[in-house]
């Protein structure tokens, strides 16, 4: 039985086929005119998913990199800081040495008191420095707390916490971009072995002592701290020895003691130089900078009422401002290392956010390429597209207009 197609039908496939080709060609339009081959998840549903996946992941990389940008204004802020502390401490262990200079008179040694007075100043102005944002770089996590405040008498005492500010710079590191005040003015780095000696204050002797010195770094005094007094006719030093807890480690050591032996054995492991000649009731004390309180402008109040008190020419009271000179000196150093550990570690973190910020770069340009080839069009292949679609189009519609002419009448008017 033969088929039987509709003028209708043939109407309807072609009006279809005309659309079909319109539709395909508007969207090959809209590709080349935006240069987009995914304008609506429609064109590509797999593509259009991926395309969000890569695009949320290209903006929290972004947004890594506006943190380290944050991060690394905040740590050359601080190091600029510490730079010009760094400056001060060398022109204060300058002046320091300059101090013990036998030639000096007490006018002079005045004239540098007032001098390590505006040092402190200088120092106080630094420690309590602020950001871009005016959150105080020393203070720990309360950014808008001074780290540092004066009292009534020009006492310096802390006031911050010892947190660190965090950032995230990466999914997986949240770098620390501030350091306390506390650890850079006040304690010692950790691992700090050295000692601060300290003479007592009632001392009526010439004896100076001068900076310990660790003779054997493996011994189990190593660390512990010492007291020694003098006593007796002839002389004779009683040494104490103490744990870091203050719990007493054996028995006191008595040894005899003669004016210019130069050197005492407090241990097996750590040793003193003493100059001078100690007096009967004189004291010392020989302590491990761990976990002291090392008040650097504690230290310069001591140093500059040191300077200011005159000795007048009296022995005794120029062994008191040396070994006062030699206490603040061991301080100072200690504060001074505690600084360049803390400036090595902003140095350490610059350059991990430098190594980060080139790995993020390619990281961007690589969501970049991969959204390119999902979103972007391909101009070549778009083109041909549009010109065969041009074609299809044409060829539609001429295919319509002949079927619209097959009509009975028009078939019987040929003949």
Not at 191 to 207: I, K, M
């Amino acid at each position: 039985m033969p088929i039987r197609v509709s003028t209708a039908q043939l109407f309807q496939d072609g009006i279809t086929q005309i659309n079909a080709q319109q539709s395909q060609l508007l969207g090959l339009y809209n590709q080349v005119s935006s240069g987009k081959q995914l304008n609506s998840p429609a064109d590509d549903p797999l593509g259009a998913a991926r395309a969000i996946t890569l695009a949320t992941a290209q903006s929290i990389n972004t947004q890594y990199k506006s943190n380290r940008g944050v991060a690394e204004q905040d740590l050359n802020t601080e190091e600029n800081t510490l730079q010009s502390v760094t400056t001060l401490f060398q022109s204060l262990k300058t002046d320091v040495v300059q101090a013990g200079n036998g030639t000096l008179s007490d006018s002079d040694r005045q004239s540098l008191g007032a001098v390590v007075t505006t040092l402190k100043q200088t120092l106080l102005g630094y420690a309590n420095a602020t950001d871009a944002n005016g959150q105080y770089l020393f203070s720990g996590h309360q950014g808008n707390v001074p780290p540092f405040a004066v009292g009534g008498t020009g006492t310096v005492t802390w006031q911050g916490d010892r947190g660190a500010r965090l950032i995230q710079v990466t999914g997986s590191r949240q770098m620390s971009t501030s350091d306390n005040g506390y650890d850079l003015f006040m304690g010692a780095t950790p691992g700090d072995q050295s000692y601060v000696t300290q003479a007592g204050a009632a001392n009526t002797g010439t004896a100076v002592v001068n900076t310990p010195t660790i003779t054997n770094p493996a011994d189990p005094s190593v660390g512990n701290n010492f007291s020694v007094s003098f006593s007796g006719s002839p002389l004779q030093a009683t040494i104490t020895q103490t744990d870091p807890t203050g719990a007493p480690v054996g028995s006191p050591t008595v040894v005899a003691y003669a004016p210019g032996t130069g050197t005492l054995a407090l241990s097996p492991g750590v040793s003193i130089a003493i100059s001078g000649t100690p007096a009967a009731g004189d004291t010392f004390s020989v302590t491990n900078v761990k976990g002291q309180d090392l008040n650097i402008f504690t230290s310069l109040d001591e140093l500059a009422a040191a300077l200011n008190t005159p000795t007048g020419g009296d022995q005794a009271k120029l062994a008191a401002l040396h070994n006062t000179l030699v206490t603040v000196g061991q301080r100072v150093q200690s504060n001074y290392n505690a600084i360049l550990t803390v400036r090595s570690s902003l140095g350490t973190r610059l350059n991990e956010l430098s190594g980060l910020d080139n790995s993020g770069a390619s990281l961007d340009v690589n969501y970049t390429t991969q959204l390119s080839g999902i979103e972007d069009v391909n101009y070549n292949t778009a083109i041909t597209q549009l010109q065969l679609r041009q074609t299809a189009l044409s060829a539609a519609s001429q295919a319509f207009v002949n079927i619209q002419n097959l009509n009975l009448f028009s078939m019987n008017a040929g003949h």
